[in-house]
């Protein structure tokens, strides 16, 4: 008989052979400045092991480790119970999930938000249920957009990475071309989607000349705050930061950076979000978020809003910026995420061994993942680290660079 099944085995080993299989990795956490302690082989807990100082999360703000945030998700836990039960339509509607979103919007300065169970299934549900004709998307836009343009089956147009000129002329090539077939561009509906701040690149979009070319050709704006929420003006994003709020017409991102949860949200219009809950089908098909990841996300933007958190961040930035730049590093980006690009795959693998030597985490992230030549560290500062963390992880990468020859 045929064998119809699918061939796992030659599948993992190509991966193998390209150097491109990747595996999960437990560590036992001690959340405090990032700190962890090297993985267990599955024995909770090991304290005694060693520990390392972490560069390199996206709980920007250290709140998993903050008393108020894991209150908030126990209590909820006791009151409401671990789990929705149901989708939101059903009966996995709850008044956290309305306070967060209450929050949201009030954050985001729009009538409403709805959260979703992940950021990921925000981003696929919104751009199909929106079904645009044409989506205009940054080359570096994250995988959820590009998934969602596929699922939707848009015709997806990118333009250069944080490129408003380059977006300018895609949509007046569009225009020209709907023209010259007879058509008229004002019948198709054109949804132009950018990252606020790039994950890999560091890199902020020049949102309020994006939204300048929206208005030039009718286009809606959306954009994915994942990387910015909770860290910019009143715990908002880029979008709030330079008050593009009345401009910007779908604002997404997650839960599960700054905002130390699970699950993430769309805000805008009042009738944008009840379309979303209408046809957005990884909202409608899907459990609703766990109460407890709401309670805890409402927690964290309520703290990122009112406590010092945001500043402590910004200046850890300036310090590791202006150290790795005073040494002779090309640091890229105007963000959290400073990207220390050294250029070649052995080299940023090396450099990162050797700063690991030394107790401090810092991956090497190298293509596939990053254009070739363009090999580099991602390093990200939290809220929670101290000034010795900070220097501890200078010290790290001037005796690794000097090690690997790179200063
Ligand atoms: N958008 C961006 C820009 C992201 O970086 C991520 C997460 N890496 C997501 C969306 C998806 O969010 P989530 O992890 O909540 O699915």
């Known amino acids: 008989m045929a064998d119809r099944g699918f061939d796992l085995e030659d599948r993992l080993e190509a991966l193998e052979e390209d150097d491109l299989k990747r595996a999960l990795s437990p560590v036992d956490r001690v959340a405090e400045r990032g700190y962890f302690a090297e993985p267990s082989g599955g024995e909770l807990p090991v304290l005694d092991s060693e520990e390392a100082l972490v560069f390199a999360s996206n709980n920007y703000l250290g709140l998993t480790d903050d008393q108020r945030v894991q209150d908030a998700a126990r209590q909820t836990a006791a009151t409401v119970g671990t789990g929705a039960g149901a989708s939101r339509l059903v009966t996995g509607d709850t008044m956290v999930h309305r306070d967060l979103e209450r929050l949201l919007a009030e954050v985001k300065g729009t009538d409403r938000a709805l959260a979703f169970s992940s950021g990921y299934a925000a981003n696929v549900g919104t751009i199909t249920a929106l079904e645009p004709d044409v989506v205009f998307s940054d080359e570096l836009n994250h995988a959820s957009i590009v998934d969602g343009c596929r699922l939707a089956g848009t015709e997806t147009v990118v333009y250069d990475h944080c490129d408003a000129a380059n977006l300018r002329s895609k949509l007046e090539e569009r225009a020209e071309r709907v023209r010259g077939d007879d058509g008229d561009p004002d019948a198709e509906s054109w949804l132009i989607v950018t990252d606020s701040v790039f994950s890999m690149d560091g890199t902020v979009a020049p949102l309020a000349e994006i939204c300048d070319a929206a208005d030039a050709f009718g286009a809606w704006v959306m954009v994915d705050e994942a990387h910015a929420t909770g860290l910019y003006a009143n715990g908002g994003g880029v979008v709030q930061a330079e008050g593009l709020e009345d401009r910007v017409q ?140 900070i220097i501890a992880c200078l010290e790290a990468f001037r005796a690794a660079g000097e090690e690997v020859g790179l200063l």
């Open 250 to 389: 779908i604002q997404l991102g997650t839960l599960s950076k700054a905002l130390a949860s699970q699950g993430g949200y769309v805000a805008g219009s009042a009738e944008l979000i009840e379309c979303l809950c209408n046809d957005a089908r990884s909202f409608v098909f899907s459990t609703g978020l766990a109460p407890p990841a709401a309670a805890a996300a409402s927690e964290a933007l309520h703290v990122a809003r009112h406590g010092g958190a945001r500043e402590r961040l910004w200046e850890n930035v300036a310090h590791l910026r202006d150290g790795l730049e005073s040494m002779g590093f090309d640091v890229w980006g105007d963000s959290q995420i400073l990207p220390v690009v050294v250029g070649d795959r052995t080299d940023a693998i090396a450099l990162a061994d050797g700063i690991r030597e030394r107790g401090v985490v810092v991956p090497a992230i190298r293509p596939p993942s990053v254009p070739a030549g363009t090999s580099r560290l991602r390093v990200v500062p939290m809220a929670t680290h101290d000034r010795d963390d």
